[in-house]
């Protein structure tokens, strides 16, 4: 395939719902001239209450579906849970293809933490992952991790039940402990699943305003940019009259309606959402 028609070919970005959307956010950002092609796993979720085996699964049979179907130049997996469980063997099962995924931001955080203590929200699959499980031992005297699994608050946000959203992240962040800037307290809350990205501003009024929350969407966007310039030179699109042509396309393998409204109210932006079959 010649440089010009490969660097036309779109981005593949999936989650188990509409999550992933806070990282297509900030990759449309990052990469404006870029097609990206979502897809939202929403019929087989939530992922974190799954067992490894689903997921696996699930990551395989969509990055299967997106590499045939869509023939992309770059996987973004736009899911903690996900890339927890399946990043190992999609990268072995695609070695020609480059794939990026996303895991909680603790190494950010222990970088901007005062106190040294820090919140993290995940789903139970994530923090149950032997990868976070890595993760964690890298940064062993860097901080103290508060690990809070959010069982139901990923479903809550999918279906924008705003009163489960809100008696959900009150319970989650209560039961972690102090938030705050004195010895002791935690100053820092990573959103370690793509979903929390849209409750920030929930977070922020339980937590307090002068809490640093991280999520990862921007500096997955980064590292696709980076990925591709590298690795792959001439596939990232230059043809400024791309960025007028470029609207993602959407699918969903369960509730179509749900993505729709979310894409409309979280990316400001009307698109049509196709049924996928995908078992
Ligand atoms: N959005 C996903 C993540 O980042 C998981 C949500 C789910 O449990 O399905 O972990």
């Known amino acids: 395939m010649n440089e010009a028609a490969d660097s036309t070919r779109p981005i593949g970005v999936f989650d188990s719902g509409v999550g992933g959307l806070s990282v297509l956010r ?58 927890a469980a399946a990043i190992q063997t999609l990268r072995a099962a695609y070695p020609e293809l480059p794939i990026v995924g996303i895991e909680p931001a ?53 279906r924008f039940d705003t009163n489960r959203i809100q008696s959900l992240c009150g319970e989650y962040t209560q ?25 920030d501003s929930e977070l922020a009024t339980l937590v307090g305003n002068q809490i640093n929350l991280l999520e990862g969407g921007a500096p997955v966007a980064r590292q696709t940019r980076r990925l591709l310039d590298q690795f792959r030179p001439g596939t990232l699109n230059q043809n400024p009259a791309s960025a007028q042509s470029n609207l993602p396309m959407f699918y969903s393998t369960g509730n179509v309606n749900l993505l729709e409204s979310a894409v409309q109210r979280w990316l400001k932006m009307n698109c049509k959402t196709l049924a996928l079959h995908l078992d």
């Open 106 to 158: 603790l190494k950010p955080a222990a970088a901007l933490s005062k106190t040294g203590v820090i919140g993290v929200m995940a789903t139970r699959g994530t923090l149950n992952s032997e990868k976070f499980r890595k993760l964690l031992a890298g940064l062993h005297g860097a901080g103290t991790f508060v690990l809070q699994p959010c069982d139901g608050l990923a479903d809550a946000i999918e």
């Open 175 to 199: 039961s972690m402990g102090n938030f705050g800037g004195t010895t002791g307290e935690m100053d820092c809350l990573v959103l370690g699943c793509t979903h929390y990205a849209f409750v």
């Open 26 to 83: 900030a990759l449309r950002a990052e990469l404006p001239l870029e097609r990206f092609v979502y897809v939202a796993d929403n019929g087989h979720a939530p992922y974190g209450e799954r067992d490894d085996a689903h997921v696996l699964k699930r990551s395989h049979a969509i990055a299967d579906y997106l590499i045939t179907s869509h023939g992309i130049k770059a996987l973004v997996v736009a899911c903690n849970t996900a890339t």
